[in-house]
T-cell receptor
Framework: EPEVTQTPSHQVTQMGQEVILRCVPI?????FYWYRQILGQKVEFLVS????????KSEIFDDQFSVERPDGSNFTLKIRSTKLEDSAMYFC??????????????FGEGSWLTVV | GEDVEQSLFLSVREGDSSVINCTYT??????LYWYKQEPGAGLQLLTY?????DMKQDQRLTVLLNKKDKHLSLRIADTQTGDSAIYFC???????????FGKGTHLIIQP
């Protein structure tokens, strides 16, 4: 079964440092997403990306966050200057959009970010 | 804004059926999903249902949708220890719209 892959699986970074989380979505998917899950809390939407631009973003996705699809296969989330409260599991997801797929959304295994 | 509510815990005996309930507020929700998260793992898509359907069955899983009451349920028949996980209900309007998740229901299996 095709899958969304994410790297790294776990990263520890110092407060104020820049972090880039990487994702390889499923190859024929058209929509890409980042979500985060703070430990013990619900999964929260950050941003959606379609046709090489941001489609929608939440209030969480402020100026310290950015996304990019640099080479047609990777989809990255950059956090410019990390804060302690950015510690969370970050999930990448991709969505197919065809008549036959039924609009299914697949998630990666997550990247666990710890800011110290 | 959009909101999805679930009870936090459900305890069932092995072999019994589990029914996990969810309510949502957004009447324009087009797709409703159930995801499973095992400890330390990612989100596994279990099943989804279109808003114009009332029921969907997939092996041990049955999804029921009451659109009038904005109520979604997931029934797991013959619950096994491997079903122990957090189950998330989520809704979306489709297209580029992101998912809105509930807080998740911890399914606890008693021997």
């Amino acid at each position: 079964e095709p899958e969304v892959t994410q790297t790294p699986s776990h990263q520890v970074t110092q407060m104020g440092q820049e972090v880039i989380l990487r994702c390889v979505p499923i190859s024929n998917h058209l929509y890409f997403y980042w979500y985060r899950q703070i430990l013990g809390q619900k999964v929260e939407f950050l941003v959606s990306f379609y046709n090489n631009e941001i489609s929608e973003k939440s209030e969480i996705f402020d100026d310290q966050f950015s996304v990019e699809r640099p080479d047609g296969s990777n989809f990255t989330l950059k956090i410019r200057s990390t804060k302690l409260e950015d510690s969370a599991m970050y999930f990448c997801a991709s969505r197919d959009w065809t008549e036959f797929s039924g609009n299914t959304i697949y998630f990666g295994e997550g990247s666990w970010l710890t800011v110290v | 804004g959009e909101d999805v509510e679930q009870s936090l815990f459900l305890s069932v005996r092995e072999g019994d059926s589990s029914v996990i309930n969810c309510t949502y507020t957004d009447s324009s929700s087009t797709y409703l999903y159930w995801y499973k998260q095992e400890p330390g793992a990612g989100l596994q898509l279990l099943t989804y249902i279109f808003s114009n359907m009332d029921m969907k069955q997939d092996q041990r899983l049955t999804v029921l949708l009451n659109k009038k009451d904005k109520h979604l349920s997931l029934r797991i028949a013959d619950t096994q220890t491997g079903d122990s996980a957090i189950y998330f209900c989520a809704e979306s309007m489709g297209g580029a719209d992101g998912l809105t998740f509930g807080k998740g229901t911890h399914l606890i299996i008693q021997p």
